[in-house]
Nanobody, 126 residues
């Protein structure tokens, strides 16, 4: 059984930083493309960042480029999202996701992911 468990969310002031983690079990991250999406209550999931299977190429939504960094530790089977210079509009539930045989622009589409975590709340407010 595949499980993705996010952690690291919380309340932070504008301009602050958080590091999210996504621990995987039942699935090797090295065999998957991995991504972070975020969702505000009542709205659809929006792509944040992804790391591509095999190439390790990183993808970012325009709104987080230069502020967020995606990475993964294969030995720990864990995905990370370092978030700096946080803004109130970054407030959302952040979810990690895993996909097999998915590359390029397909990584932006949440429907291409077959495993999801439950999410971790990030609130940016003064």
């Amino acid at each position: 059984q595949v499980q993705l468990v996010e952690s690291g969310g919380g309340l932070v002031q504008p301009g602050g930083s958080l590091r999210l983690s996504c621990a995987a079990s039942g699935r090797n991250l090295s065999d998957s493309s991995m991504a972070w999406f975020r969702q505000v209550s009542g709205k659809e999931r929006n792509f944040v960042s992804a790391i591509e299977y095999m190439s390790e190429r990183r993808y970012y939504h325009e709104s987080v480029k230069g502020r967020f960094t995606i990475s993964r530790d294969i030995a720990k089977n864990t995905l990370y999202l370092q978030m700096n210079s946080l803004k109130p509009e970054d407030t959302a539930v952040y979810l990690c996701a895993a996909a097999a045989s998915t590359w390029g622009s397909a990584l932006y589409n949440s429907r291409n992911y077959d495993n999801w975590g439950q999410g971790t709340q990030v609130t940016v407010s003064s």
